[in-house]
């Protein structure tokens, strides 16, 4: 179906009004303002990481006033329990009967604030949602409401009273969005505002209805079978035990790695690059709209090896690597 380019104009405008209305809370951090629309239009979650008080956790209520979506916010703590995250059957003694309490999962935007204080059996209440949309209690699994999206912020310096997220859950997530410092001018504005960012208005500026009318324009944009295999190899280069297609060029970065990227993030590589080229108005994707999108997609798919820690390799620099190795259609 041929895309038109009013439709293309509306959801750019769109995202230009998004970014507008954050930019009156949020100074700078553009890249985490564009990889949470990347996410939302996407239809993935984000994982936020970054030292404290870089605003994280305002970005995500931010989004949540912009879009008049519900919301709700979970701060994960050591004792929390997974009840308190999908929600648990009651016993009414008039009744006689169990009845279901739905918990703060049941939300369009769930913020998981400090995802990575929680234990493993917590944070696995998650795993659910995040893949299937719906939730079991009991004997019966409810549907989440439609759009749903997690957007999870953690802390990568804190070691006491953390418990780093399992792979399987790592790859339910679309993005990993790192939350750097904020430049010398963005922090002099930031003090200058004294705090009061987070009491500033906003428009709502989109619904579910838009955000699906953006999703139906993203389906449509066209990814050339070129583009896809050069995200095939892209994947395929990150696992160690392959054919030995790109042995030669592989041979300084696979020992860094311990395990790949899956297929998923092939299918996520591919649906974010075609969201980058509908920032850029355009209806076809380009190689440059992949690389735009690889780190976030990628950077928490790898499992490292011990190598990669002992000689300082961040999983950053490996992508950068492979996209440098790589031939560009």
Do not use: W
């Not at 997974?82 to 913020?111: C, H, M, W």
């Not at 999870?152 to 859950?169: R, V």
């Amino acid at each position: 179906m041929e895309i038109k380019h009013s439709d293309l104009d509306e959801c750019r405008d769109l995202i230009n009004l998004c970014r507008k209305e954050v930019a009156k809370r949020l100074v700078g951090q553009s890249q985490v303002v564009d990889g949470i629309i990347t996410a939302l239009i996407a239809g993935g979650h984000v994982l936020l990481e970054g030292v404290p008080g870089l605003a994280k956790t305002l970005a995500v209520k931010t989004f949540a006033d912009i879009s008049g979506l519900s919301f709700k916010r979970v701060q994960f703590t050591p004792d929390l329990l997974p009840a308190d995250i999908s929600g648990t059957l009651i016993y009414e003694q008039e009744t006689g009967r169990f009845s279901v309490r739905k918990g703060p999962v049941f939300a369009n935007i769930v913020l998981a604030d400090e995802i990575n204080r929680a234990p493993a059996k917590v944070q696995s209440a998650l795993l659910e949602a995040m893949a299937e949309h719906q939730v079991t209690i009991g004997e019966h699994s409810y549907p989440l409401p439609e759009p749903f999206f997690v957007l999870a912020t953690q802390n990568p310096i804190e070691q006491e009273g953390t418990y780093g997220l399992p792979e399987a859950e790592l790859d339910r997530f679309l993005l990993k969005v790192t939350v750097d410092y904020p430049s010398p001018q963005e922090e002099v504005e930031i003090i200058k505002t004294e705090g009061r960012s987070p009491f500033v208005a906003v428009e709502k500026v989109f619904s579910a209805e838009k955000l699906q009318k953006c999703r139906n324009i993203v389906d449509t944009i066209v990814c050339d079978q070129k583009i896809i295999e050069y995200i095939v190899s892209i994947i395929r280069v990150t696992r160690p035990v392959i054919s030995t297609e790109h042995k030669d060029r592989r041979n300084d970065i696979t020992r860094y790695i311990s395990f790949g990227a899956s297929p998923r993030s092939g299918i996520a590589l591919e649906r974010c690059a075609k969201v980058h080229a509908l920032f850029d108005g355009r209806s076809f994707v380009l190689p440059d709209d992949v690389k735009a999108v690889a780190h976030e997609v990628l950077r928490h798919r790898l499992v490292l090896s011990y190598e990669a820690s002992a000689d300082g390799i961040s999983a950053d620099a490996i992508i950068t690597k492979i996209l440098s190795l790589l031939t560009v259609p």
